[in-house]
Structure formats: structure tokens, C-alpha cells
């Protein structure tokens, strides 16, 4: 079961204009995506900076001509990213199904015939929003993900509900471990976006990721390690305006052998490689306005 979603009465306005928004066509609302490019581009240049900072710093190789090109490419991208997470308070699982293509979902399948959960690794690439309903409507078999709760109490209860009003069941971060354990027989799948940026507290494992020192958390690995799942890389590529496909690739099939020291993660190091082969492919669907790289590897750390 999902979390309770309690809206603020403070909300209640901009939860009802929301959800009238969501109600118009993606045709329209591309509009109001390519107003929203210009505002956030020209007139706000919201986090332009770090944008830029973190395009520099991960393709050294480019020039300034081309890494200003993908940064406008990405605005463009983003605009589209949030009127279609907007649009998605109201979609249709018609439309999501001809929206989201899964290329290979054989694959995934295959491995929850055997009986028991399998992990998702994703990450903020092209639409990750879409991922999560598209699977809850795709799949004859439960479809949970992993998330991190806002502060704000409004887009907590907000996104709770969008991310959910297809199915899917949504797990708190803190509750994984103990939803594994209740869970560790049924055959689901359990989506992660795993390239989020630890708290400097809790990075256990660092690796060189698009030229940079990079910390990773490592919980997908030690539940797979654990319960002996398998883990799959998600691969989603933007293939036209509001059209995705989503590629399954196979990291382990949970029967690989344990790490013989601590500080060894090779699931977690496998990801981020596929993870840089899908972001040179398309630089500009990545999401760049976080300070990805605001912690740097303590001397001596592996």
C-alpha cells in the first residue's frame, strides 16, 4: 500500500490549477514548453552556471561552441520534462503505452519468472518520471519504486500521487532494507534511480565517472548481494518529442560471486560505465543543473 497523500489546505488552489493543466493535450502544453525554455534560458538563466560548469568539466574533449549548443539543447529538454510530468497527473495508460516503447522487456520478464524481485538501476536521463507508470501499466507483475521524499509538503504529496495513479507502489528510501525483507519472495520489479548524489556521510565507494572523481551510493549492490537479485541497467532514450524507449541490460543475475573486499562494488561501477555510454549518446537529456560533483574524493579514499 501506498502512503497516505495528505495535501495542506494552503494547497488546495494549486492543486486544483495543476491538475486543470494536466487535462490539456501535450500539443498544447509543448507550447507553454517552449515559453517556459525561453523564460528559464534567456530571462532567468536558472542555474546556468552550474549547468555549464558540469558540461565543461565532463566534456573536456568539446568546445565552447558545442557545449553552449547542448546547454540550450538541455534547456529545451528540461521545459519538455516538466510539462510532461505535469501531464502525466491526468494521462491515460492508453496514451503512456504508445508513448513508452520497452525494446527488450523479454529480458525482464525472463528473470521474474524465477520467482523473486529484481532491481532497476536508473537515472535522470531523458524522462525518468514517465518510467516508473509506464512500467505499473506495461507489466503483469507488481511494478515499486524507490524514492526520496521533499521537503516541501505540497510536491511530496504532489509527486506521491502522480508517481502512483497508474499503480505503481512507491517505497520510502529509508524503508528499503525492510520492505526487501517483506518482500524478498515476491516476484516484482524494484525501479532505482541510482545516480543521485550521496550525502557526504554516507559515500562508501567512489569511481572516475565523465572524467570526474564521482561518489555513487551503493544500495542497489548490497541488496543484490544480499538477497542474491538480479540487476538490470535501464537505458531510456528519447527517440522524437514525448516518445521513449526503455532497454533493459543485465549487470548481474544475481548469482555472481561476492566481492572479496568491503570496498569493492563492481554492480555499482558497471552502472555508471553504461550510465556515461548513455549520457555521450545524447549529452543533452541528461539532467545538469545539480551540483553533481560538490564533494571531493578525501585523500587515500579507493
Not at 573536456?60 to 510530468?85: L, N, T
Not at 503505452?97 to 520497452?102: A, D, K, L, V, Y
Not at 564521482?214 to 514525448?242: C, H, I
Request: net charge positive.
Amino acid at each position: 500500500m501506498n502512503k497516505k497523500i495528505n495535501i495542506p489546505p494552503q494547497y488546495y488552489p494549486l492543486w486544483v490549477l495543476l491538475k486543470g493543466l494536466s487535462l490539456l493535450p501535450l500539443s498544447v502544453l509543448y507550447v507553454l514548453a517552449d515559453f517556459l525554455y525561453f523564460v528559464v534560458y534567456y530571462l532567468i538563466g536558472y542555474r546556468k552556471k552550474v549547468v555549464l560548469q558540469n558540461l565543461r568539466s565532463a566534456f573536456p574533449e568539446k568546445g565552447e561552441q558545442e557545449i553552449q549548443q547542448i546547454a540550450k539543447d538541455f534547456y529545451r529538454q528540461f521545459a519538455d520534462v516538466v510539462v510532461e510530468i505535469l501531464k502525466l497527473r491526468s494521462m491515460r495508460a492508453e496514451e503512456m503505452r504508445r508513448r513508452i516503447t520497452f525494446t527488450n522487456q523479454q529480458l525482464l520478464d525472463d528473470f521474474v519468472k524465477q520467482g523473486t524481485p529484481v532491481i532497476t538501476m536508473g537515472s535522470h536521463a531523458a524522462n525518468w518520471e514517465w518510467v516508473l507508470p509506464a512500467g505499473a501499466v506495461q507489466f503483469s507483475f507488481p511494478t515499486n519504486g524507490i524514492y526520496k521524499s521533499l521537503n516541501n509538503p505540497f510536491f511530496e504529496a504532489y509527486m506521491l500521487h502522480t508517481r502512483s495513479q497508474m499503480g505503481a507502489r512507491l517505497v520510502e528510501m529509508k524503508e528499503t532494507s525492510r520492505d526487501f525483507v517483506r518482500n524478498r519472495k515476491v516476484p516484482r520489479v524494484v525501479a532505482m534511480l541510482s545516480d543521485q548524489t550521496p550525502m557526504i556521510n554516507e559515500i562508501q565507494y567512489w569511481t572516475t565517472f565523465l572524467h570526474q572523481d564521482t561518489p555513487f551510493y551503493v544500495g542497489a549492490e548490497k541488496l543484490s548481494n544480499m538477497f542474491s537479485y538480479p540487476v538490470l541497467y535501464l537505458d531510456v532514450q528519447r527517440t522524437s518529442r514525448g516518445h521513449y524507449t526503455l532497454t533493459f541490460e543485465t549487470i548481474t543475475d544475481g548469482t555472481q560471486a561476492k566481492p572479496a573486499a568491503e570496498d569493492q562494488y563492481p554492480i555499482t561501477e558497471l552502472f555508471a560505465k553504461k550510465l556515461e555510454a548513455t549520457i555521450r549518446r545524447s549529452p543533452a537529456d541528461y539532467l545538469w543543473t545539480h551540483k553533481r560533483w560538490k564533494h571531493k574524493r578525501p585523500e587515500g579514499a579507493r
